[in-house]
């Protein structure tokens, strides 16, 4: 007898971890601690496991907020900085990368692909069609979405479902598995009929609204979830320490919740100092750290001594206590700790605050 | 924008570079992102400052 139930196929919404999309509530935000970010980066990150990619930077701001749906803590907040005329092959996007390891049951390329349904809510201070795509990892199979922002500055609660894609290549592994975009501004080539699975890199629906050409136009979304099946469920709550460690397989960092990396916080957080001075009063200190969960790869590494200077270290001995700006570097890393080396006078021990990210 | 950085003594296999613009450590691992940035910085032409001697 098969007691194991295929999410996906079975089309069931009424199981728990059905939401595909972390953080989609928007309660996590560890990078900037709820602070406003001119996004200048294409792949920049802002709130956990939500990704920024563009063509030209400063276009947009985005922000952490409590302005939100109701059952909601909070939403992200997308502010275009300029009336920007796009040019070329411009294009804008807010988005998550989903794992492949959490989308292999929909069995994307292959015949049998599973239906998926995307719910989430919005608000704008823009009125029109908007929209998305759902893309592969290669950018090379879009579905373009569209959905009507019926008045302005109200959330809306929207629901699109998309036929599973039984071709192209969609990953399984620690890739990119699947991309929810949501399209801020697209020139036409990047622009596609909605509803409709395409081969190329399409964006969003044709004939969609620029959100960065107006000036100080807002859109806010929360609640997000992507989930198998043709139906909409509700919106999957989940404890804010589970969503926190969801997140950590992508970021992690030892500043307290609400305090943003390289913030001046003195040891607050830090759980100890190890590492020793070589003979003689000179050599090498090296602290290694463990993860508080393996990472998706091994991670890239920023650590910060105890004032917030990035790629310093604190170091302590029993007569000086607390020398802070001291250079250390990467020694070892793998996706499950690292380790610091730095050059240091005297037996005593490093401490450092990290951030690493593992994100796609 | 990136510069090299010496392996360590104890894992001489493992190569990391510096992000010059946050100070950020990347490791020589083919899927973090980060990494993947670097090998097209690289391919556009560019070239990394070198380790420093000392490290």
């Known amino acids: 007898m098969t007691l194991a139930v295929n999410i996906a196929q079975s089309g069931s919404n009424n199981v728990t971890f059905r939401n595909r999309i972390i953080n989609g509530a928007m309660v996590i935000d560890q990078r900037n601690a709820g602070a406003s970010v001119t996004v200048t980066s294409d792949g920049s990150y802002q709130l956990d496991r939500w990704q920024s990619v563009l063509t030209a930077g400063s276009k947009f701001s985005i922000q952490q907020s409590t302005t939100t749906a109701t059952g909601f803590k909070n939403s992200t907040l997308l502010t275009s900085l300029s009336a920007y005329s796009l040019t070329g092959s411009d294009r804008f996007g807010w988005q998550q990368q989903v794992e492949g390891l959490n989308t292999y049951d929909l069995s994307w390329g292959a015949a049998g692909a599973s239906a998926v349904t995307l719910s989430f809510w919005v608000r704008s201070s823009l009125t029109g069609t908007m929209g998305g795509c759902v893309t592969n990892s290669a950018q090379n199979r879009s579905y373009p979405f569209s959905f009507t922002i019926n008045s302005a500055n109200t959330f809306e609660y929207k629901t699109i479902t998309i036929a599973g894609d039984t071709s192209g290549t969609w990953l399984t592994t620690n890739g990119t598995g699947l991309v929810v975009r949501f399209c801020l501004g697209a020139v036409s080539s990047y622009r596609n009929t909605a509803g409709a699975w395409a081969a190329g890199d399409y964006w969003g629906p044709t004939g969609g609204v620029d959100f960065v050409s107006t000036n100080g136009a807002t859109m806010y979304f929360t609640g997000v979830q992507l989930e198998a099946g043709t139906t909409a469920s509700p919106f999957e709550y989940c404890p804010f320490g589970l969503e926190k460690y969801l997140c950590e397989r992508y970021c992690q960092t030892t500043y307290p919740y609400g305090t943003a990396p390289g913030s001046n916080i003195s040891f607050n957080g830090i759980i100890g100092r190890t590492g020793c001075a070589g003979v003689n009063g000179t050599g090498e200190i090296y602290q290694s750290t463990q993860f508080k969960q393996q990472m998706r790869t091994t991670p890239t590494i920023s650590f910060y001594d105890v004032a917030g200077t990035a790629a310093k270290v604190t170091f302590t001995t029993y007569a000086v206590q607390d020398t802070n700006n001291i250079s250390g570097t990467v020694g070892q890393s793998s996706a499950n700790g690292f380790g610091v080396t730095a050059n240091q006078s005297g037996y005593g021990g490093s401490s450092y605050h990290y951030l690493v990210t593992a994100e796609l | ?55």
């Open chain 2, 1 to 55: 924008m990136y510069k090299l950085v010496n392996p360590h003594w104890s894992a001489p296999e493992q190569r990391h570079v510096q992000r010059l613009t946050d100070n950020a450590f990347i490791p020589f691992v083919e899927d973090n992102t980060d990494y993947q940035a670097y090998l097209r910085w690289l391919e556009a032409g560019n070239t990394p400052e070198p380790a420093e001697e000392n490290q």
